[in-house]
């Protein structure tokens, strides 16, 4: 367990800090996380990565913290950067405005870019944790950043 802990606990922070936007947040729920996956490592049938298990993990622990601060959830802030290279076509916009626009998004388009951008996370991982095809991860992934776009651009019209 230790050597999953030192291989996947910056994926599953980043994971949880894409979802969270709470630094403090994360780190306690990546330890839960651990300590879950310690629990239940026997039900781990190596049908996919451990990344991609332990990040279903992470997911699971988050809804039970959100079920149990329903308030805090709701307000969480976050204070991440958006990667350039996988948003070249939005880089030009005001950096608050395009994160707002972002997190009044449903899902679960809200929630495939913040795995995407935030998270670090590829279409087949996003895949696996959402139990959804890769297809359907890249179809609303592109919709999403479309969405995104056209919401930005009416704004500045």
Not at 34 to 49: G, K, L, M, N, P
Not at 136 to 143: E, G, K
Request: charged residues 35%.
């Amino acid at each position: 367990m230790d050597e999953l802990y030192e291989k996947y606990a910056k994926t599953v922070f980043r994971y949880l800090y894409s979802l969270t936007h709470d630094r403090d947040l994360s780190e306690e729920l990546t330890q839960e996380t651990f300590y879950q996956a310690v629990r239940t490592i026997e039900s781990y049938d190596e049908s996919c990565a451990p990344a991609t298990w332990l990040c279903g993990i992470a997911r699971n622990t988050l809804r039970t913290w959100q079920r149990k601060h329903p308030v805090q959830a709701e307000i969480a802030e976050w204070d991440s950067p958006l990667p350039s290279a996988e948003e070249e076509a939005l880089k030009s916009m005001q950096r608050i405005e395009i994160l707002k626009k972002l997190h009044a998004m449903e899902d679960p388009w809200r929630e495939v870019l913040y795995l995407r951008i935030y998270g670090d996370l590829s279409c087949k991982e996003i895949a696996a944790i959402l139990s959804r095809s890769e297809t359907w991860v890249r179809v609303t992934y592109y919709r999403a950043k479309e969405k995104l776009r056209k919401e930005l651009e009416n704004e500045t019209e």
